[in-house]
């Protein structure tokens, strides 16, 4: 019987990189999920965006083939108490920006691509992810599987370093970081398209973002915090 994938979810808000650490965590024996929440809503979905059903996550994680795999999406925010619950040995990590950072960095990303910016009611979603998220910090799991960091401390080799050992172990027991491909990556700055996810009448997105993209049966290519209370610190 094969030892199943060590898995992680990254938690964060829409703008807080996901997509950038989605691409530094496909490497070696690591692999990551960028969204897998939006692959769960079928067309006969709930008509308010929510997943049909939730990804089988030790199915896709066994899928990737790999000894590690991370599951990055906004959307966890949400549905991080199901997924806990459904893979008990999972670890969480937390990337943290406030609520108003990432809401003005959106309004920024749709304004270079010629599209409104968010309206009040879809502009105070993120801060109900914001408080969502404190629910999972503060959640009670063990501080074995609980990690945070600032969004900010990716633009140092000590975050990115951090990041790639939390999602692969912890220090001496993780494979080792390739530094020239995280430099290469901290230089590209990859992130997410986001015309992609606004429909064509042109309105502004709900922020889950769930339910755009259709379905897939295989793993996608690579697309690319607070001060410490509880938890493992990884900054």
Request: hydrophobic content about 40%.
């Amino acid at each position: 019987m094969s030892i199943p994938p060590q898995i992680t979810f990254l938690a964060c808000l829409p703008r807080s990189r996901s997509a950038w650490c989605a691409n530094l965590l496909t490497h070696g024996p690591s692999f990551a999920y960028h969204e897998p929440l939006r692959w769960a809503v079928q067309d006969s979905g709930p008509a308010d965006g929510t997943p049909a059903q939730v990804p089988n996550w030790l199915e896709l994680a066994r899928l990737a083939g790999t000894e590690y795999v991370t599951f990055c999406d906004t959307a966890f925010a949400y549905y991080w108490k199901r997924a806990m619950e459904s893979v008990p040995k999972a670890r969480a990590l937390i990337l943290w920006q406030g609520a108003e950072v990432s809401r003005l960095d959106w309004n920024k990303a749709v304004a270079k691509a010629g599209q409104p910016s968010l309206h009040n009611e879809l502009g105070n979603e993120f801060y109900h992810m914001e408080r969502e998220l404190r629910q999972l910090e503060e959640y009670g799991l063990p501080a074995s599987r609980v990690g945070h960091m600032r969004v900010k401390s990716l633009d140092r080799m000590s975050g990115v370093q951090a990041l790639w050992e939390f999602c692969t172990g912890y220090g001496p027991f993780s494979p080792k970081l390739d530094l020239r491909r995280a430099r290469m990556l901290m230089d590209l700055d990859i992130q997410a398209i986001l015309p992609r996810y606004i429909d064509d009448s042109g309105a502004a997105p709900k922020v889950r973002m769930i339910g755009d993209v259709a379905p897939s049966p295989q793993p996608s290519p690579p697309v690319g915090a607070r001060e410490k209370t509880k938890g493992v610190p990884c900054h």
